[in-house]
């Protein structure tokens, strides 16, 4: 069984140890580009830098599936991949470093920590005229309320947050089991959260889900944390309306790939932008291509049963 990873960079190559697996550091993608005959393959791996749309599917030749090690399945034609026979997954592990690059942005922003870095780097050591928020005395609002989004709570009831949650699966008035966070509408989370935090996950029904007209109900001087998908923003609208936010923290853009064209977004001067880093730890390097290797060894065990 031939097995290509991709998205296999370098400072991970301590986790790339099947003698007979081959690791790319190239999207499959960028691979593919340079070989319009295609590649042959059973099980592909990948992250979620690697798309896998129809022509790519099809320029991978007797694959039978894909493993993405990452959460996520929005780069994977799902839909393609079912009409062809070809098995998909996404990895299951431990994803609170998510909630703690979260929580680093969100006190980031409440504690003014750029400008007070840059005040005393200038040489004045005062903090006259910097007047960060209580914590206790914010709304956290949270739009997903999976693993990630319950962590955000936990961690939040640490801090005397109040937490407005919305999430499909539990109605309007619910509490959540450990008392962390109260569902409500999307409306009510947007009229009353100081912080609105991202954690949902993208299809149609999310893609735009902050545009015009959700913005324009949430709190004057928000700030606004997307740790989750690119696409949940339309950046368009942010830029027309990044007045209404006292800052906008973002671990993901809509098009990573093309950073030329969010120079105006990353440019903000209340934008600050890290570089999809959110689920990156040691624990989770390693715990992610461990699922990845023994997903792929029960799909072998499977094959030749």
């Given at each position: 069984m031939k097995v290509i990873h991709f998205d296999s960079h370098a400072d991970q190559a301590r986790y790339q140890t099947r003698a007979d697996h081959?690791?790319?550091s190239d999207t499959v993608n960028q691979y593919l580009a340079t070989r319009p005959d295609g590649i042959t393959a059973d099980v592909v791996s990948c992250f979620d830098s690697s798309k896998f749309r129809p022509e790519v599917i099809d320029q991978i030749h007797g694959v039978k599936f894909i493993v993405t090690r990452g959460i996520g399945l929005d780069h994977v034609d799902r839909r393609y991949c079912e009409e062809k026979g070809i098995k998909f997954?996404?990895?299951?592990?431990?994803?609170?470093?998510?909630?703690?690059?979260?929580?680093?942005?969100?006190?980031?922003?409440?504690?003014?920590?750029?400008e007070s870095f840059e005040r005393v780097k200038t040489g004045s050591f005062t903090s006259k005229g910097i007047e960060p928020k209580g914590l206790q005395d914010m709304t956290l609002g949270i739009l997903g309320y999976g693993k990630i989004g319950k962590e955000v709570a936990r961690i939040a009831k640490a801090f005397g947050v109040r937490v407005l949650a919305v999430d499909r699966k539990h109605g309007v008035g619910d509490v959540d089991a450990e008392g962390n966070a109260e569902f409500v509408t999307k409306d009510q989370l947007l009229e009353q959260s100081d912080i609105v935090s991202l954690h949902c996950d993208l299809n149609p029904a999310t893609e735009g889900l902050i545009n015009d007209q959700t913005i324009s109900k949430m709190k004057p001087g928000c700030i606004l944390v997307n740790t989750s998908r690119g696409k949940l923003i339309d950046e368009a609208a942010l830029i027309r309306h990044q007045n209404h936010f006292s800052a906008i923290m973002l671990d993901v853009l809509a098009d990573e790939k093309k950073q030329d064209n969010h120079s105006d977004v990353i440019l903000l001067p209340n934008v600050h932008v890290t570089p999809h880093m959110a689920h990156k730890s040691e624990a989770t390097i390693r715990e992610r291509w461990e699922e990845a290797y023994r997903i792929i060894d029960d799909f072998a065990a499977g094959m030749n049963t």
């Open positions: 081959e690791y790319i997954c996404n990895i299951e592990y431990d994803r609170s470093a998510i909630a703690h690059h979260t929580w680093a942005l969100i006190l980031f922003a409440v504690r003014h920590l750029q």
